[in-house]
């Protein structure tokens, strides 16, 4: 059975990853690895110390012995806060350390972004306004047109895990924008698996979030689509057959 691991910092929402491995049949496994976190802060410089090589190097020889056949950093923030240049040296790093193709969150919402076929997006993040203007560039970088950037300035992860379905719908609804063609909601501390048909139903078009877009961009390492309409519109593709 294909294998996906992700490395994790710390401990918010990731239940998300066996909700999102049930969701998906048993298709695929999705063993999980959480990273020490450091300083529990959305700010800059403990972001670049959360997302350094050897917090990362840490936790991939526990996702070998895990059968993973490619790894994700499932972390936004502490991968945009590199830059564009920065966040695909990280990824290069981790994929020769772990001797595996690697990507991370950051770079799942940009490829996530270019597969729905859109241009126009709009950012819904739990961040302080500064740490959503990182993850604005990152997108640009990518070839997107951001038409909004909300940030909501929640310091931690550990407060934005505690966060709930009317919490998640109230983000999303702020953070859209008439011109976007979808939302993006960027913070893997935020449980988003289980909201994903209410999100685009409430807004009316894609929604992508960061749990969701980390498990497809696992699979799209492994050259593997999964549909799953439950998973929102990234998820109604063909699958394998």
């Given amino acids: 059975m294909a294998s996906v691991g992700f490395l994790y910092p710390g401990h918010s929402a990731e239940d998300d990853y066996p909700r999102l491995e049930a969701l998906l049949g048993g298709a695929v496994r999705l063993p999980l690895v959480h990273t020490d976190i450091g300083v529990d802060a959305h ?16 936790g991939v020889g526990a996702l070998r012995d895990a ?3 490619a790894v994700v950093w499932a972390c936004t923030s502490a991968s945009f806060i590199y830059g564009w ?4 040296r990280q990824v290069r790093e981790l994929s020769a350390t772990a001797g595996l193709p690697a990507s991370s969150t950051s770079f799942a919402f940009a490829h996530a972004v270019q597969e729905l076929g859109v241009r126009r997006v709009a950012i819904a993040a739990t961040y302080p306004a500064d740490v959503a203007e990182y993850f604005h560039a990152f997108l640009k970088a990518a070839g997107a047109e951001v038409v909004a950037t909300l940030g909501s300035g929640v310091i931690t992860a550990a ?3 505690t966060w709930g379905r009317e919490e998640v719908l109230a983000l999303a609804r702020a953070g859209d924008h008439p011109d976007a063609e ?4 960027p913070d893997t501390a935020l449980h988003t698996a289980a909201h994903l048909p209410a999100l685009e139903a409430a807004l009316g078009k894609p929604v992508l979030t960061a749990n969701q877009v980390t498990v497809w961009e696992g ?7 999964l549909a799953c309409p439950e998973l929102g519109t990234l998820f109604t593709r063909t699958a394998d057959g």
């Fill in 182 to 185: 979808a939302v993006l909601l």
């Fill in 159 to 161: 407060e934005v895990g």
């Fill in 43 to 58: 700010r800059p410089d403990a972001l670049l110390e959360m997302g350094s090589a050897a917090r990362l190097a840490a």
């Fill in 219 to 225: 699979l799209r390492l492994l050259d593997r689509t």
């Fill in 85 to 88: 240049e920065g966040a695909q």
């Fill in 67 to 69: 059968g993973a056949e």
